[in-house]
């Protein structure tokens, strides 16, 4: 699996603050930096060769936006799909929640495409609109995919705040292993777990449990039974001293002070989580479609 550049996660960062500054300080549904973070994907995918869909829905009398991206090619009856939501809150830009998320799977996407690669499955991202208002763009797909087509997705892969800047290292606990919460994901979630893990084992990056708990936009595929898995490197939870002696970082501090915040700016990032993250999925991603299928 290729190690993601940084610098080429940080540049779609910045494009994103750039956009959110110029549209009244946020990338919020219903506002204009919402659709011109979509154009912003869209156009990068486009110019990179995947097949890209607007899907729009209306959510509290605004229209809402999913950004869509098929990488042609793999067996159209296995496929794999990556998402992180792109809107953020009104009160501020959304970096790290979750342009940090929208970044990173973005350069995995754009990866995928300067690689030519040719995995077994084929690949399908997404970028969520309206997450913050209830995961309505997630929830809008899913409903409106025929049963069939929902079939299709054997697994699905959510990124939302990887970059935290009191950062804890947390994937989504598909087979409960921690006991809590309300439960593994479908049957397949431990199997995205455990690939997940193991890049985190690979760099030597102690991991923790984080409960499908309903906050993202896993929400709506577990619903129907699609396995699932992710990481998550923190809100406004707060550090304990355990977890700092395990991860480094501040104990007694939010993961992320400016979460949702006007201070959730480029400049609240952690460059060492947003790195690991960014190339967790593209390992992630590279280990579950090239696999080769069962014969
Ligand atoms: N979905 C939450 C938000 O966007 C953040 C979050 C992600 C919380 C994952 C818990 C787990 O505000
Ligand atoms: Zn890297
Ligand atoms: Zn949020
Ligand atoms: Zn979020
Ligand atoms: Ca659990």
Same mark, same amino acid.
């Given at each position: 699996?290729?190690?993601?550049?940084?610098?080429?996660?940080?540049?779609?960062?910045?494009?994103?603050?750039?956009?959110?500054?110029?549209?009244?300080?946020?990338?919020?549904?219903?506002?204009?930096?919402?659709?011109?973070?979509?154009?912003?994907?869209?156009?990068?995918?486009?110019?990179?060769?995947?097949?890209?869909?607007?899907?729009?829905?209306?959510?509290?009398?605004?229209?809402?936006?999913?950004?869509?991206?098929?990488?042609?090619?793999?067996?159209?009856?296995?496929?794999? $799909?990556? %998402?992180?939501?792109?809107?953020?809150?009104?009160?501020?830009? =959304?970096? *790290?929640?979750? @342009?940090? !998320? &929208?970044?990173?799977?973005?350069?995995?996407?754009?990866?995928?495409?300067?690689?030519?690669?040719?995995?077994?499955?084929?690949?399908?991202?997404?970028?969520?609109?309206?997450?913050?208002?209830?995961?309505?763009?997630?929830?809008?797909?899913?409903?409106?995919?025929?049963?069939?087509?929902?079939?299709?997705?054997?697994?699905?892969?959510?990124?939302? $705040?990887? %970059?935290?800047?009191?950062?804890?290292?947390?994937?989504?606990? =598909?087979? *409960?292993?921690? @006991?809590? !919460? &309300?439960?593994?994901?479908?049957?397949?979630?431990?199997?995205?777990?455990?690939?997940?893990?193991?890049?985190?084992?690979?760099?030597?990056?102690?991991?923790?449990?984080?409960?499908?708990?309903?906050?993202?936009?896993?929400?709506?595929?577990?619903?129907?039974?699609?396995?699932?898995?992710?990481?998550?490197?923190?809100?406004?939870?707060?550090?304990?001293?355990?977890?700092?002696?395990?991860?480094?970082?501040?104990?007694?501090?939010?993961?992320?002070?400016?979460?949702?915040?006007?201070?959730?700016?480029?400049?609240?990032?952690?460059?060492?989580?947003?790195?690991?993250?960014?190339?967790?999925?593209?390992?992630?991603?590279?280990?579950?479609?090239?696999?080769?299928?069962?014969?």
């Amino acid at each position: 699996a290729p190690d993601l550049s940084l610098a080429n996660v940080k540049a779609h960062l910045s494009q994103l603050q750039s956009i959110a500054t110029a549209n009244g300080g946020n990338r919020a549904h219903g506002r204009s930096g919402y659709l011109a973070s979509a154009n912003y994907v869209m156009g990068q995918l486009d110019a990179a060769g995947f097949s890209t869909v607007l899907q729009s829905f209306t959510y509290n009398g605004a229209t809402g936006y999913n950004v869509i991206a098929d990488w042609p090619g793999g067996d159209p009856n296995d496929i794999l $799909m990556t %998402g992180a939501h792109l809107d953020s809150v009104t009160a501020g830009p =959304g970096i *790290n929640d979750n @342009g940090s !998320g &929208s970044a990173s799977i973005l350069e995995t996407a754009l990866e995928v495409a300067r690689q030519s690669l040719q995995p077994a499955k084929h690949l399908r991202f997404a970028w969520w609109g309206a997450e913050e208002l209830g995961l309505r763009g997630s929830q809008f797909y899913v409903s409106n995919l025929p049963v069939a087509e929902r079939a299709k997705i054997k697994g699905y892969l959510n990124f939302d $705040m990887v %970059g935290s800047p009191n950062a804890g290292y947390f994937v989504y606990d =598909g087979d *409960n292993s921690d @006991g809590t !919460g &309300s439960g593994p994901g479908p049957a397949g979630s431990a199997a995205l777990e455990r690939t997940i893990q193991d890049y985190f084992t690979s760099i030597s990056v102690p991991t923790r449990g984080t409960d499908f708990d309903g906050r993202s936009d896993y929400g709506p595929f577990i619903a129907v039974g699609i396995p699932a898995g992710g990481t998550f490197t923190g809100a406004e939870g707060i550090k304990s001293a355990a977890q700092a002696t395990l991860w480094g970082g501040t104990a007694g501090q939010a993961f992320d002070v400016c979460y949702h915040r006007a201070c959730d700016t480029t400049a609240n990032i952690s460059d060492t989580a947003l790195d690991r993250n960014a190339d967790a999925i593209a390992y992630t991603v590279w280990t579950i479609a090239t696999a080769v299928p069962p014969a």
